[in-house]
């Protein structure tokens, strides 16, 4: 059992791993760890996406960061200024690109209808944001009718 946020995310990254590598292998293998043990590890119903579990995470501790920039396919931005959430989504580019994933990594930034009440003004905050080349946006509306999403997507 974990006992620090490091070991907590050695933990669950030998675990996404371990996920990873059932669904996608097409043989059994064993595997030894600081925290799981698996023998004859295999699943014969895999994910229709294959290895591909899409995942979300956020944070900003380097160990977080590091953490998603191996295994995030979205990373949750967290609300601040533009030039705040454009620094940090650069922070994330470059964990990310140390697993060779820098083009794989997508932004959501959570906008709250109490801040911008309409999409239209979600727009105008992403031409007010100087965001990294090769950026576009995604405005989607959340479940509750009371928040929106802002996608950042990589062209």
Known sequence: MPRNPVEMFQQTD??????KR?????????????????TAGYV??????????????GGTSGTALKFAGRHAD???????????VVKLMERMQVAAASYGREDKMRFALPVSVGALRQPFQILRLQNSMPLPKKSTFLVR???????????VHRC
């Open 141 to 151: 509306q959340c479940k509750s009718a009371r928040n929106w999403s802002l996608h």
């Open 22 to 38: 059932l669904w996608s292998n097409d043989r059994s293998f064993d595997h030894q760890g600081p925290f799981y043990s698996v």
């Open 74 to 84: 979205m990373f949750e931005l967290t609300p601040g200024t533009p030039e705040e």
């Open 44 to 57: 014969d119903r895999r994910s229709p996406r294959r290895a591909g579990i899409p995942i979300r995470m």
């Open 14 to 19: 030998e675990y996404l791993v371990l996920l």
